[in-house]
């Protein structure tokens, strides 16, 4: 068997998001692949828990660790990041919990982290499989950030995206990645104290954007494998036909809107599969879908064209060639 071992980290506000991804990821392992699923966990309801176990009715080969968050706070004096302001939000200690995976888990030489915000299309063993080398991880570059930069848009009021990579962050737009699917070198970050460089900077007061996943980027800059965008396939590239992970980054989240892109169905196909879904759950799937102004004529398996009719507009979609026509 190949053996898969996979981080999360939630509290008991994502335990239904958690069981659609996971979900997800034993509906499409291969016969001879085996899922150890590692659960970071903050006051998840024991109920909660017992529904996620229950998932192993989907593909027995598969194991669920939950640690509680409380045990490693006192054991790694974690408490020190709790509830840390920054740029009028405050980030609890959850938010840096990958940072530390290296020292929680010591008997692991690599692993493999995923946001919960996603669902899996494909067996994980070849991107837990990627050869690492000496670099400290594998990810997949944000390649919207490139278009961002060169325009100079602006990233918020009073700052363009230029402003802060080349000023805050010091890093090539190029180069930087999204931290939400990730291979994760334990042993060489382990061999380097990662953990310590990351405190450094956090400990620095910089007010990061991306917080957690900036300080991912500093540290690990030049010491990353680029991995196929299929395995961090977002909503804003539109080039990717077929992604074997689809991540729901930004405000849209499949379980909260209706249908705004191709991938949105996914999610609930899967979340369908779990424990959490019930009848009050069916009529908010079927309320969100009544609600969809998104239309799609797909060819096996491909987006050919999208219509998606919002509160002032139009938009069409051919291939990846986007067009908005405003309401007059």
Known sequence: MNKIPVVFAIDKNYAPQLSAVVASILKNAKKDSYL???????????????????L????????FNFIDVIDLSEKFNLSKYDTVERTNSYITQATFYRLFIADIFKNYDKMLYLD????????LFDLYNTDLGNNLAAAVKVSWLVSQYQKNAYLKEGMTFRDYFDNVLKLDCKSYFNSGIMVFNLKQMREENTA???WEIFNGGTP???FDQDILNIVMSGRIRYIDKRWNCSLNDLSCFSPNI?????????????????FWDYWWKYYKLTDFYTEEQKAVYQKLKRESKYYQITINGIN???????????????????TRIKRK
């Open 36 to 54: 150890e699923f590692n659960i970071l966990c903050s006051g998840v309801p024991e109920d909660c828990l017992n529904k996620i176990q229950n």
């Open 56 to 63: 192993k009715k989907l593909n027995a080969n598969c194991s």
């Open 116 to 123: 919960v915000d996603i669902v899996v299309l494909k067996d």
């Open 196 to 198: 310590q460089k990351f």
């Open 208 to 210: 990061f954007e991306y």
């Open 246 to 262: 689809i991540h729901y980054l930004g405000i849209s989240k499949p379980w909260k809107v209706s249908q705004t892109n191709q």
């Open 304 to 322: 050919i064209i999208t219509l998606q009719i919002t509160a002032d507009s139009f938009v069409i979609k051919i291939f990846t060639i986007k």
